[in-house]
């Protein structure tokens, strides 16, 4: 997207995990005293999976994804989430959207569905305008958003799931 207009409608997407014991930042300790120190984590941390998109102008989301995505899951988070909100704010005929390579994305099914919704409006793996290939999966949710929402939820240290919900809402 060269053209800074067409830029500017692009919404990306992407989704994030937030977890129960989040830390703000990666943890590395060096130790004269103690060489083997270790810390027990456990394995599988109570999460939240969120998906949002982002424009230069617009947020939407973020919309939980309560199990694991696959093609109908993330086409009905689509069709009963964001399409609406594009609609509401009055920029489905108008936004181009942008996917990455995830295999749900990437499904036939999902692939025509984009098709009826966003025709020749969307970035993505086999998509009309394609996501180039081994491109880092770098967006402004990436960039910004979950960094964000990941700090401000560690310093309100919820205590169960449904906190954990109410802190990133």
């Keep these: 997207y ?9 919404m990306f997407s992407d989704k994030c995990a937030i977890y129960l014991t989040q830390k703000p930042y990666n943890l590395v300790m ?8 270790h810390e027990q984590v456990k394995q599988f941390p109570p999460k939240l999976m969120i998906w949002a998109a982002m424009s230069e102008s617009a947020l939407i989301g973020p919309f939980f994804i309560e ?6 899951r993330y086409q009905q988070l689509l069709r009963e ?3 609406p909100e594009l609609e509401r704010r009055g920029l489905l005929y108008s936004c181009h959207y942008q996917q ?3 295999p749900c994305h990437t499904a036939l099914t999902t692939r025509h569905f984009l098709d009826i919704h966003f025709p020749g409006r969307w970035v993505g ?3 009309p305008t394609p996501w180039p290939p081994r491109s880092p999966d770098l967006t402004s ?3 910004a958003l979950w960094g964000i929402i990941k700090r401000r939820v560690s310093q309100e240290k919820p205590a169960s799931v449904a906190e954990l919900r109410a802190a990133v809402t």
Excluded: T
């Excluded at 053209?3 to 500017?8: D, E, G, M, V």
């Excluded at 199990?67 to 109908?72: K, L």
């Design 125 to 127: 793996k086999f998509g």
């Design 81 to 83: 989430e964001f399409i």
């Design 2 to 10: 060269d053209n800074a207009r067409l830029r500017s409608k692009l």
């Design 30 to 37: 060096w130790s004269n005293q103690n060489p083997h120190f």
């Design 141 to 143: 949710c990436d960039n």
């Design 67 to 72: 199990d694991s995505e696959n093609a109908d």
């Design 100 to 102: 990455d390579g995830a």
